[in-house]
């Protein structure tokens, strides 16, 4: 199967390798160095505050986005939940789950938050802001120097789930003054599910010092203490771990997060590029590099996932609920190449011609 979902993603040689082999013993010096060695890998990929503080959960990056509310948010705060798609349903289910006070924009599907979206919000109470930077169910990438600019000028702790953009799209975390920066492992990272990680600012580390949260598995506090010396509190997915590592250390020899966001966007924008004539249409107002999501015309986007799939061996992401007739997505990252690219274009190309795709 050639695979353009967004996650799990085609993966690397060098994260394949770790696949293959037994799972080692964990509470070891050399697990601990590891570990420590990622966290500073993330940090400068996510070009964090010197004084800010990885932590690794064992679980999807939906855990980390849960940890972030649960831990580092309370019923004294006032929050602004970013909600545009399913992923920003996701925090506002949260934010109701963990009874923090909480108000939402909704931007309309495929649609770009504007700045006169933010205005009314300006010199109030609020406290917090949530945001999905690449909304993966439809495609919008959020204008993050405009929310930045809102939430530093109002003194606002700000909340980055970059799970789909983190290692796409150029993030700066201390430039951007984000508090909190979550990914996972299966997007960009292009290793199997089972890790999500929070890299955490001085003032998010206060406040997870500060937290009442009682919750044992997704604590932060007790993260955190572990982390000191390079460890988790409970068994990680350590084969995750490892290969997150091998890729990391890869990322950087091949030039660090500038080439790698650099190679995602050059991917991108070849398909993009080379799209035209299809009877496709760019669904969302602005995107990431690490998807594309297109409408269909007169067909079902549904029925085109699945043609791909049985006919041509390609995955492509379908879409759920109201948009799975009419949208599908095409994933930029992983293990990609301008090859695989022309091939998904080839048999979008021949179902255009045979009218299935129309
Ligand atoms: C994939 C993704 C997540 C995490 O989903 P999981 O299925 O829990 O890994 C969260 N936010 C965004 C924006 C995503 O794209």
Redesign the pocket.
């Known amino acids: 199967m050639l695979n353009f979902t ?2 799990p993603v085609q993966s690397f040689e060098e994260v394949k390798r770790i696949g293959a082999q037994d799972v080692p013993y964990f509470r070891t010096s050399e697990f601990s160095g590891l570990l420590l060695e990622s966290e500073e890998l993330i940090k400068e990929f996510a070009c964090a505050q010197e004084d800010a503080r990885c932590v690794f959960l064992s679980g ?4 980390s ?1 849960e940890a972030a509310v649960a831990n580092l948010l309370s019923d004294k705060d006032n929050v602004i939940v970013i909600n545009g798609g399913s ?1 920003g349903e ?1 925090f506002v289910e949260l934010c109701k789950r963990y009874e923090i006070p909480h108000t939402e924009i909704r931007c309309a599907s495929g649609k770009a938050l504007t700045c006169d979206r933010l205005r009314p919000f300006e010199k109030k109470s609020y406290t917090a802001l949530l945001v ?5 169910s439809t495609g919008v990438l959020y204008d993050l120097p405009m929310i930045s600019r809102f939430c530093h000028d109002n003194g606002i702790f700000l909340v980055v ?1 970059a ?2 953009s983190f290692l796409a799209d150029e993030i700066e975390m201390e430039k951007s003054h984000i508090d909190v920066l979550l990914s ?1 492992s ?2 960009a990272l292009g290793c199997p ?1 089972g890790i ?1 990680f929070l890299v955490l600012s001085r003032r998010a580390l206060n406040r997870a010092a500060d937290s009442r949260y009682k919750g044992l598995y997704l604590n932060l506090q007790s993260a955190l203490k572990n982390m000191e010396r390079g460890q988790t509190p409970y068994t990680p997915a350590v084969g995750t771990l490892l290969q997150i590592h091998a890729r990391l250390l890869k990322i950087r020899e091949l030039g660090g997060v500038k080439t790698e966001v650099e190679r995602v966007r050059k991917l991108a924008k070849h398909f993009r590029e080379n799209m035209c004539g299809l009877p496709l249409d760019i669904y969302s107002e602005r995107m990431s590099n690490a998807m594309t999501a297109v409408s269909t015309r007169k067909c079902s986007a549904y029925e085109i996932f699945r043609i791909l799939k049985n006919e041509y061996g390609i995955w492509v992401c379908p879409n759920g609920g109201e948009l799975a007739e009419k949208v599908f997505r095409i994933g930029h990252i992983g293990n990609l190449t301008i090859a695989d690219n022309n091939k998904l274009l080839a048999a979008l190309r021949e179902l255009a011609e045979k009218r299935i795709l129309r």
């Open positions: 967004v996650g999807s990056g939906t855990a986005m992923f996701r999905n930077l690449h909304e993966t789930d799970v789909s996972g299966q997007k599910p999500s």
